[in-house]
């Protein structure tokens, strides 16, 4: 029979704590303001979503999430940590803000989140190995569901050189033989 899959999506909070105005633009690109942001109307609308689906979800935070906001500044992202460790991330990829604070602290930082980070493509440059595993495998009501974690490949090439020192990031290489692998 038919089976339901949903994968709630959530990327760049920027470590936005509370919410606030923000500019946006409407369909005929006129700017105007509206509330956005904040941890608790982030955790209410995955709450939310979750609510109107029959049986499991999937959330996939695709990064830029712990660097940003004061506290996260203030902290080098830890102040940021046990708020998206409350959120039932199922896999986090990074995005190019998490190595904001450079590869100690940003090992650090994922090392204290309590959902599994996949990074198929970030290497440890002195050891030649994949920091991350490639992908995060997850049932949800009853299928497997494969996500490949691509992490941000501009670090080395468009942010501080301390940032990535130390590490290594590649394209897309192995991406298709971890797609053919997780079928």
Known sequence: GEREVTILHMADTHAALEAHSEIFFDSAGKPF????G????????????????KGDTMLVNVGDTIHGAAVAEWTQGAGIVPII????????????????YGPET??????ELNHPVAAINLFDAKTGKRMFPASVVKTVNGVRVGVVGIT???????????????????FKEDVQ??????R
């Open 33 to 36: 303001f509206r509330q956005a």
């Open 38 to 53: 904040g941890f608790a109307l982030l955790a209410a609308a995955i709450k939310s979503e979750r609510a109107k689906v």
């Open 85 to 100: 460790n409350r959120l039932g991330i199922d896999a986090f990829v990074p995005g190019n803000w998490e190595f904001a």
């Open 106 to 111: 940003f090992r650090r930082r994922m090392s």
């Open 152 to 170: 941000s490949i501009i670090v080395d090439k468009s942010m501080a050189p301390d940032f990535s020192k130390g590490l290594r990031f590649t």
């Open 177 to 182: 033989a971890e797609v053919d692998r997780l």
